[in-house]
């Protein structure tokens, strides 16, 4: 399964929204993105097609354990690689920002890599 960026943000604000409230409506994800509903309509059908949401039309929306599972995985992600911007010298906001736009395109043998590095640097120090 290939999530594009845009899929994956989709994914991200459902489960935050639902985490804070739960089950949300389409007008409700529309508001947090700043977009128009139709376009939320669009890429729930493709979240649901993927398996990754419960979606019926006129219905709200939840994230299933498949959705879920994606979602903490990316924010998994985004952590490591965040923690290894910082390590080097970046500030918090920079890395931040850059971890996020990072995520969706280094692979998993990298991740993996970085979550080594900064496990080493924090038991071993400099």
């Known amino acids: 399964m290939f999530l594009t960026k845009a899929l994956e943000k989709y994914l991200r604000v459902i489960y935050e929204l639902e985490c804070e409230r739960g089950p ?5 994800i529309a508001e947090k993105m700043r977009v128009k509903a ?3 309509t669009a890429a ?10 419960s979606y019926r039309r006129y219905e709200k929306v939840s994230t299933n354990k ?8 990316l924010q998994a992600r985004h952590g490591i ?12 906001e ?3 920002k850059d971890a996020h736009e990072m995520n969706h ?3 998993t043998r990298t991740i993996r ?8 640097y924090q038991t071993h120090g400099e």
């Open 94 to 96: 920079t890395a931040d």
């Open 66 to 73: 498949k959705g879920q599972d994606v979602v903490e995985n």
């Open 38 to 40: 139709p376009s939320v």
């Open 81 to 92: 690689i965040k923690e290894f911007f910082v390590l080097v010298g970046l500030d918090e």
């Open 113 to 120: 890599k970085l979550r080594e590095f900064v496990q080493s």
């Open 105 to 107: 395109v280094v692979g």
């Open 24 to 28: 949300v409506r389409v007008s409700e």
């Open 44 to 53: 729930l059908r493709k979240l649901y097609s993927c398996g990754l949401v």
